[in-house]
């Protein structure tokens, strides 16, 4: 089975995840394999999630069969009718064999992405087309380049797309649809002044109008995604009749972008929106920060799995992540105590969990636990304050508390319940993302002493229940910088 360079594999046999040879793990689609029929399988975990895959990068995926010399392929040659964004994770192919279509699904973004209708609604809307994709090589040749062959009929797909040859009046040929360009650059006036840098390998999507970040959890339309070059230029090509905001997300920076015009492509349109400017949220300066702002918790530390679990073709970057039960080594880390992190002495990729979990404890329930943040502030004006900005690559039934120097006091905020993607579970290393903004007053410091953050996962009912910390930011308010008219 194959997906990606690094995810091509022998795969076990469906009747391994019987009971008898299969020992189910902490959810049905989890197995360990106790008495495989193939016993080089043994002490391996079966799961479709460790082969999920994001949608910008899931193309074609497939199986080979070694005798005869066959492959068996599914190329998607356009997202544009999949649901939840480029970076949105999805199955794929798994144990079977078994390839799946996925056009819409909850997976790592929760009951939003459950397609709702109001009574008497009609909707519409073109699933595909897909393309199955059968090759084969002589006897002599290794079979293992029928994926090198899969991967360059994708390309032609892709090119080819749309196709010409779909009957129904409903999907659209190349000439009824629309394009649009132009440059995205990014201003944060703290740091570059009134200059602009461009938004180089940012994400730029046209999709339904709504509110900034919408696209994540919209699931009836259509949309259409591209990545900004190096100078910021983009073009979004082969967009269907509608109405659309233009919306986007740059690495590097917190937030969503988004245009509130609406855009409508019409047969044949071509627009060209010339320079945007997205200016991501900052109030002040940058007191200190852990991670990077990528929608993604692969920078924090992810641990080795327990020995029990471990699949040897997980074990190096970027597939780490995905090794089974990895939410239970926090408790093995942290027994006792929870995560202390000190600013400018930890390292947030040896001292930062991945996940904000709950801990294990002897009797198989789940405690709430408390991570901390230590810093020195220098100088507190209590007639100032400052900002916090919380970024999440996930959350999952979580209710994530913040309290100042004092953990027995009410906390300075609460998300609430928030989160339903299940990434945590599923192998995933970001569901969907939030921000927080929090103005916390500046009499909640202490000048010239230890300062302490407290971050409680509050809700314990499960154990997949937690948060995945995107990026963290600390800033003071500029009351004392002189700003540019």
Known sequence: MAMSDDRKRNMPLPDDR?????????????????DPVEPNFKGQVDDKYQYACELKDLRVHGWICKDPSVGFWQI??????RVGGPIKPELNSHVGPTTLAVFASTHYGGSDM????????????VFGPIFIYLNTVSDEEDPLTLWDDAKN?????????????PASADFQYGDQRGVVSGRLLVQDRLIYGDDCISAKGAYIGLAPPGEAGSWQRECKKYQFWTEANEDGYFEIPNIIIGEYNLYAWVPGFIGDYTNSTIINITSGVNIHMGDLVYEPPRDGPTLWEIGFPDRSAAEFYI????????????????????????WDRYSDLYPDEDLVYTVGESNYTNDFFFAHVLRKTNND??????????????????SEAYILRLALASAHQSNLQVRINDLNKDPVFSTGKIGGD??????????VYW?????????????????????????NQSRFQGVMYDYIRFEALPTSIVKKN
Request: hydrophobic fraction near 35%; charge should be negative; charged fraction near 20%.
């Open 422 to 431: 299940n990434a945590i579970a599923r192998h995933g290393i970001h569901g």
């Open 435 to 459: 921000l927080f903004n929090i103005k916390i007053p500046c009499n909640y410091f202490y000048t010239c002493r230890e300062n302490l953050i407290y971050l409680t996962q509050a809700n």
């Open 303 to 326: 641990p080795d799995p327990d020995p029990i679990y471990a699949n040897n073709f997980l074990t190096h970057d970027p597939n780490r992540f995905r090794q089974y039960g990895l």
């Open 153 to 165: 009929q994708m390309s032609i797909e892709v090119e080819l797309w749309p196709y010409d040859f």
């Open 76 to 81: 998607t040659p356009s997202n544009e009718f």
């Open 114 to 125: 459950v397609i709702k209708f109001s009574q008497g609604e009609s909707w519409k809307k």
């Open 365 to 382: 329930t789940y405690e709430k636990t408390t991570w901390t943040i230590k810093f020195n502030l220098d100088n507190v004006n209590e």
């Open 18 to 34: 019987l009971p008898g040879r299969g020992e189910e793990l902490a959810y049905p689609e989890a197995v360990l394999l106790v």
